[in-house]
């Protein structure tokens, strides 16, 4: 088990409203990535977040947003859910960016109907 | 868009086996490998890394193999354990990011979904 907690464990959403995942890093990791997992596939990069600034993003629209707290916390915003957004929304702290090994979290389960 | 991932690779092996889990990466750039175990309802598990300046890492019971030429990476499970069934991801990571601070950005394969019997 890894130090990341996400927030809540599971959500359903209809069509069109917003939603917002929350992350926990491990104690020491100042560097918070959020990957999407749809159903049978590998985890995408959606972005990172470091020291409160999105330090890169993955080829996702505007519409995902996200933000990194003062203790490293981190959350993940979506709006105008679309059906397609249903997926396992994966966290993961890094004691920096670069080259660091990764530890996810359990992630949280969206559908959107 | 296409749906590969309902098409995982599968590898089936009998307990005590070894197991040879294989990826193909695309970036040539990319000089850091990550190996990662997921459990149904789990997030992705570390399990073994290594750099692009290495060419073999072990870890316990686990060895990977990097050969940069053809882009291959390989995971070896030595005596395999019904509890080392998941699906098996291999993870590139590219630092990108021009100036300021770079970010390291995993992109997986496909994944293996490796099935061990008693």
């Known amino acids: 088990e890894t130090g990341v907690t996400q927030s809540p464990t599971h959500l359903i959403k209809t069509r069109g409203q917003q939603v917002t995942l929350r992350c926990s890093s491990q104690?020491?990791?100042?560097?918070v990535s959020w990957y999407q997992q749809a159903l049978g596939q590998g985890p995408q990069f959606i972005f990172q977040?470091?020291?409160?600034?999105?330090?890169g993003r993955g080829n996702f629209p505007p519409r995902f947003s996200g933000l990194q707290f003062p203790n490293y916390s981190s959350e993940l915003n979506v709006n105008a859910l679309e059906l397609d957004d249903s997926a396992l929304y994966l966290c993961a702290s890094s004691r920096s960016t670069g080259f660091n090994e990764q530890y996810f979290g359990p992630g949280t389960r969206l559908t959107v109907t | 868009g296409e749906n590969v991932g309902l098409h995982l690779p599968t590898l089936s092996v009998q307990e005590g086996d070894n197991s040879i889990i294989n990826c193909a990466y695309s970036n040539s750039a990319s000089d850091y490998f990550i190996w990662y175990k997921q459990e149904s309802g789990k997030g992705p598990q570390f399990i073994i890394d290594?750099?692009?300046?290495?060419d073999k890492r072990q870890g316990q019971r686990v060895t990977v193999l990097l050969n940069k030429t053809v882009k291959h990476l390989s995971l070896q499970i030595a005596a395999t354990q019904p509890g080392d069934s998941a699906v098996y991801f291999c993870a590139e990571n590219s630092s990108e990011g021009a100036g300021g601070t770079s970010y390291g950005k995993l992109t997986f394969g496909q994944g293996t979904i490796l099935t061990v019997h008693p």
């Open positions: 977040y470091y020291r409160e600034e999105e330090n």
């Open positions: 290594i750099r692009s300046n290495m």
């Open positions: 104690s020491g990791h100042n560097t």
